[in-house]
């Protein structure tokens, strides 16, 4: 894949807790591309670094060595102020708890991104999104007034409304009973099957894996192997194949 094909791309990416005999190698020398209108999945094991690679592709965690691109931006050299407005005008974020505000309704919500950055929606594209997401009649509810598969709906939303670069969902289905699960994955694959829109997805579970183009495994904070047109059964025996190999004390990260 060339640079102008990926959406975000780590290159050389370490990132490196404490020194001597208690350093840690969160990540070591990982280099990715996650191409444009792709649906990427991040799996290991637990502290196989995963997480650390989601918070750097973001721009949240700055790589000990080498450079982390959103498209020709190197985020690693980018001054504070000009990361922030980067992640709130290019970067979409799903996480796992949701993370919406209770005194806002569900559109409110889901706008709150241009609201902040001083933009007015896209009033047909806000209208596709919340099509796609089937909350047309709940738009007017506060997030206490929703179940939890549709907390995270509107969330997949607000991520998409400002038709961001890249949606990086952490563990966007750890909250959620299967059912919504499945609805918040579907969502999410017909935003790149339908919108052309790029998303890397955490996750631990193999069933929503398998809704992705493809699968990167760390362990031991370095990528271990690649894994295209996943199923839920083939994720499953590379994991396995991963947590035999490891060792008893796993690392941070």
């Given at each position: 894949m060339g640079v102008a094909d990926a959406a975000v791309r780590a290159v050389g990416v370490w990132k490196v807790y404490g020194g001597g005999q208690t350093r840690?190698?969160?990540l070591a020398d990982v280099s990715a591309d996650f191409g444009k209108g792709r649906f990427t999945a991040i799996m290991g094991p637990s502290g196989s670094g995963k997480s650390t690679l989601l918070h750097c592709l973001a721009g949240l965690d700055k790589p000990s060595d080498g450079t982390v691109?959103?498209?020709e931006v190197d985020l690693t050299t980018l001054p504070e102020k000009q990361l922030t407005h980067l992640r709130r005008d290019r970067i979409g974020f799903v996480f796992q708890a949701f993370n919406l505000v209770p005194t806002l309704t569900a559109l409110e919500n889901i706008t709150l991104p241009l609201d902040l950055a001083g933009r007015k929606p896209d009033q047909e594209w806000l209208t596709t999104v919340i099509d796609a997401i089937g909350l047309s009649d709940?738009?007017?509810?506060?997030?206490?007034?929703?179940s939890?598969?549709?907390?995270?709906?509107?969330?997949?939303?607000?991520?998409?409304?400002s038709r961001p670069d890249v949606v990086l969902a952490d563990e966007p289905t750890g909250n959620l009973d299967s059912r919504s699960s499945a609805d918040v994955l579907d969502f999410l694959h017909r935003s790149v099957r339908d919108f052309g829109q790029t998303v890397v997805m955490v996750t631990h579970d193999p069933s929503a894996a398998s809704y992705a183009d493809r699968v990167l495994f760390l362990a031991d904070g370095t990528l271990q192997s690649e894994l295209l047109d996943p199923t839920a059964e083939s994720v499953l025996d590379t994991m396995k194949k991963l947590e035999t190999t490891q060792p008893a004390e796993p690392v941070a990260g």
């Open positions: 840690v190698d969160a691109q959103l498209g709940r738009l007017s509810h506060k997030p206490a007034e929703l939890g598969g549709q907390q995270q709906r509107v969330a997949c939303a607000r991520a998409l409304v």
